[in-house]
């Protein structure tokens, strides 16, 4: 069975470091990962997606994360924050099964940029 | 393109009461349909799916209910609310090998 595990459920940073946002997943064949983001009282936004492409995924507001077999890990990084990139990370895998495209949640990590 | 409405965006109903959640979208037909729910401080959990009209599928047994009337109306029901119905509720949208693309979710307080 599929499952994602955040590392921390909270991350501080000063603005214009760097962000790291830790993934460990576990799945019995090729996961789908993706990173979603969301902002207080707001619906999930996409920041990217795995897909058995390359294992360096570019997303969004200078998001990526790499997908590491060897290590089960897809961690996200930028590497310098801004205030607006505080909000709640969302690490996901894909169940996938005929004709469904449910996705399995981590608890989410809560990101807290100080200026 | 595509888009996915939920409403209310915002609801305080009290124990015992009825509810009701919609959400459309619009810009693509048959979609596969979602309905998750976000409990302070948790993650997602996922709630009823639904791959066509009448066809739903829930994941947790609980005091919640969803229906399909149409392909692109997705409904979130619920006869009489318990306090621990509480939560952020979200539908979602998406396709075979594509993400899911989410409303901006409704915040329920049950009181």
């Known amino acids: 069975a599929q499952s994602v595990t955040q590392l921390d459920s909270h991350v501080s940073v000063s603005e214009g470091t760097p962000v790291l946002l830790r993934c460990n997943y576990s799945?019995?064949?090729?996961?789908?990962l993706f990173w979603y983001v969301q902002h207080p009282n707001k619906g999930l936004q996409l920041l990217l997606k795995y897909t058995s492409a390359a294992t360096l995924v570019k997303g969004i507001n200078g998001f990526e994360a790499e997908f590491k077999k060897s290590e089960t890990s897809f961690h996200l990084t930028k590497p310098s924050a801004h205030m607006s990139d505080a909000a709640e990370y969302f690490c996901v895998v894909r169940k996938g099964s005929y004709n469904t495209d449910k996705l399995i949640f981590g608890t989410g990590t809560r990101l807290q940029v100080f200026p | 393109s595509q888009t996915i409405h939920q409403w209310p965006a915002t609801l305080v109903q009290p124990v015992g009461s009825p509810l009701s959640l919609e959400c459309t979208v619009e810009g693509t037909s048959n979609p596969n349909l979602y309905w998750y729910r976000q409990a302070a401080g948790r993650g997602l959990q996922l709630l009823f799916y639904?791959?066509?009209?009448?066809?739903i599928s829930s994941e947790v047994p609980q005091n919640l209910s969803a229906s399909r009337p149409q392909d692109r109306q997705f409904i979130l029901s619920s006869k009489k609310l318990l306090l621990s119905d509480s939560g952020f509720y979200l539908c979602?949208?998406?396709?075979?090998?594509?993400?899911?693309?989410f409303g901006n979710g409704t915040r329920l307080t049950v009181t």
């Open positions: 979602a949208w998406g396709r075979n090998n594509s993400p899911l693309h």
């Open positions: 799945s019995s064949y090729s996961p789908s």
């Open positions: 639904s791959v066509g009209i009448g066809q």
